[in-house]
Structures are given as structure tokens and as C-alpha cells.
């Protein structure tokens, strides 16, 4: 079966029915503190959490993305995962013939002491990746992938170490990708500024990208 074409986009096979129930990935009193207390922690020089953005268009995505915060749940030192809608994007750079992608964004929070270093947190991000199925040496750049999980930004880090793995933060081509920014905004907010060249407010950055991109939000988050 395929969804029927809306929109201007792609048409994309219904999805199973997943196996990983998404509301189980989203923020529950038990499992994190309120967003009210993060705020004041935030203001009182706690650091900021770090957003990583999620992409995929092979198998089941949803699902996907669902072990793919449970894993990062279980990173030691986290102490929440908040998860942004879902969003469906037309496929962007030279591999046009492709399925669309669903895009999504996650607020990642530390207990206080226990952040990792930026290359410790983007190794882990990359072994998720590989567990999860992903090879990225048989991948055709800008092709299809099963899951891609990018760190977007972290607080007000400017970060460029050649690794390995090489990190770079935020994420030099976060300013034009509307597919990373809209769910990032969701997040973050509006008024979050992205540091460094080619950054600004990410609402500013988000209405450029959006007059050549077109990105659909399909799920709403019931964080």
C-alpha cells in the first residue's frame, strides 16, 4: 500500500505498524524532571541539553527512531530524552529518486557533571547508528539510510576537533536544512540563535530554508 499523494510529496509506503510504541519516548514525570525545573536549571548555569537530529527513509523509520531514543535513554549520564513531532521532507542533494524522508529532532539532557565530551557523545551517536543496521561505507552519499542521527547544536558550543571521529558544532549545514531545523525549533524554540557563521535566529533560518524546501509535519509530539 502507498499513502495517497498530498501536498506536492512523494507518495510513501504505509508503514507497519511499529514495534516500539512512540509515546513510551517521550517525557513522563517519572523519568525526567519538569520542563519548569529544567528551565531554572538552565538559568542557573546548568548546561544546556544537546539536540541531535533523526532522518531516515528505509524499513520501518518510525520504529527506528523509537529504538533509537531508547538507546539514547540508556547513554550513561542521561537523565531525559524529549522528542519532537515527526516530520515528512522531499529528499534533498544530488539523490533526488528516493523515498521521502521522515526527520525528527531529540532534546537530550544530562545529569549535572556527567555531560560527555562532544566526540564521546557523537561516537555514541555513530555506534547507535551501526546497531541499529546502518553502514555508512556502502551508502551513496546524500542516498537512502535506515536512521541518521546528526548533533545539530549544544547550548552555545563552537566546537571543530578532527577527531576521530571529526565533530563539529553545531552542525555546519544546520542553517539551510529545513528538515533539521523545523523539529529543532519545535524543541528548542523559536528564539533559540544558533551560533557561529551561517548561524542566527533558527525561526529566521527556518523561513529561508522553507522558500526552496518543503517539509510536512505528520506526527505531533505528545511530549
Not at 513510551?24 to 546548568?46: D, F, L, P, Y
Not at 548546561?47 to 538507546?71: H, I, K, M
Not at 525528527?104 to 557523545?121: I, N, Q, R, S
Amino acid at each position: 500500500m502507498v499513502s495517497r499523494k498530498k501536498n506536492g510529496m512523494t507518495p510513501r509506503p504505509v508503514a507497519r505498524p511499529v514495534t516500539v510504541a512512540m509515546s513510551r519516548i517521550w517525557i513522563t514525570a517519572e523519568q525526567c524532571i519538569s520542563v519548569e525545573v529544567m528551565q531554572e536549571q538552565v538559568k542557573g548555569g546548568i548546561a544546556p541539553p544537546a539536540y541531535v537530529g533523526l532522518g531516515g527513509n528505509v524499513g520501518d523509520v518510525r520504529a527506528t527512531f523509537g529504538r533509537a531514543v531508547e538507546l539514547l535513554r540508556a547513554l550513561a549520564g542521561v537523565t531525559c530524552v524529549r522528542e519532537s513531532s515527526l516530520w515528512d521532507t522531499e529528499p534533498q542533494g544530488q539523490v533526488r529518486e528516493q523515498l521521502p524522508f521522515l526527520n525528527a529532532c531529540v532534546e537530550v539532557h544530562f545529569a549535572a557533571g556527567h555531560e560527555p565530551t562532544p566526540a564521546a557523545l557523537l561516537a555514541a551517536l555513530l555506534e547507535i547508528e551501526r546497531a541499529l543496521g546502518r553502514d555508512r561505507n556502502a551508502e551513496i552519499c546524500g542516498g537512502p539510510r535506515s536512521i541518521d542521527l546528526d548533533l545539530l547544536v549544544w547550548g552555545e558550543r563552537l566546537v571543530e576537533e578532527t577527531g576521530p571521529p571529526a565533530v563539529r558544532i553545531p552542525h555546519p549545514r544546520l542553517g539551510g536544512r529545513a528538515f533539521a531545523l523545523a523539529p529543532l525549533v519545535e524543541l528548542a524554540g523559536e528564539d533559540l540563535v544558533i551560533v557561529g557563521p551561517g548561524g542566527g535566529r533558527a525561526d529566521a533560518l527556518l523561513k529561508q530554508a522553507l522558500s526552496s524546501q518543503l517539509v510536512r509535519k505528520i506526527l505531533t509530539s505528545s511530549r
